[in-house]
């Protein structure tokens, strides 16, 4: 389970040489905290990090060109598959992403061809017959916390948080050296984070498997 972002604004107070709070509220560092955390969910998703992943599942209309409803949390799709309405889900067929999108006269059934543009997922051409169910893998984001009592969201994450907001924070009054010390402590944790982010993995018993 992650740590509140309490614990997350405490440590970083520690690194700064600050743990009664003179100089570094949670107020000035929160700002700070949540540009780590931005900078956190970038570097979990290029490692393809498992908690970075979603799934969202919509019955499309006969005639839409996209989602009625995305998820609120999409940053980009990875893939999509579609079937008959309520079909199971070894009927699911994977559709395909185009760039540009194929022009098809006439529509048919089926939607096969999707595509990533202007942050929206859109269909190459309408269903003409009836709903499709469309399942979405797809790149999410992971709620930013705005007040203390909130959850991070990473298990482990407070490893790379923590440091990284204490230089920013440093560097935000002009300490060059400890900003780079600080960003090295975090940088050096994040392949922590992110094996403790991976989700579960088949080993041998007795073993630790690492991806």
């Known amino acids: 389970m992650s740590v509140q972002a309490s614990v997350v604004l405490a440590t970083a107070r520690t690194f700064l040489n600050d743990d009664a709070a003179t100089n570094w509220t949670d107020a000035s560092l929160f700002p700070k905290f949540q540009q780590a955390h931005n900078e ?70 089926a939607i096969v061809y999707w595509a990533w543009v202007e942050e ?16 979405m893998r797809y790149w999410r984001a992971i709620p930013i916390p705005t007040t203390n009592t909130q959850l991070i969201g990473f298990i482990n994450g407070e490893l790379y948080l923590a440091p990284r907001t204490a230089a ?23 392949t922590e984070v992110i094996l403790s982010n991976r989700g579960r993995a088949p080993q041998a018993p007795g073993t630790s498997t690492k991806p």
Request: charged share 10%.
């Open 40 to 109: 956190l969910q970038i570097k979990l998703r290029r490692a393809a990090a498992p908690v970075m992943k979603n799934y969202y599942t919509e019955q499309v209309a006969a005639g839409a060109v996209g989602f009625a409803t995305p998820p609120s949390d999409l940053v980009a799709p990875i893939q999509l598959w579609e079937t008959v309405n309520n079909g199971a889900i070894s009927t699911y067929a994977l559709m395909t992403e185009c760039d540009p999108l194929p022009n098809i006269i006439p529509p048919g059934p």
């Open 120 to 135: 929206l997922v859109t269909f190459a051409v309408p269903a003409t017959t009836a709903i499709r169910q469309v399942l």
């Open 168 to 190: 920013l924070a440093a560097g935000s009054v002009g300490q060059a050296n400890e900003y780079g010390v600080l960003t090295g402590i975090a940088e050096a944790s994040l």
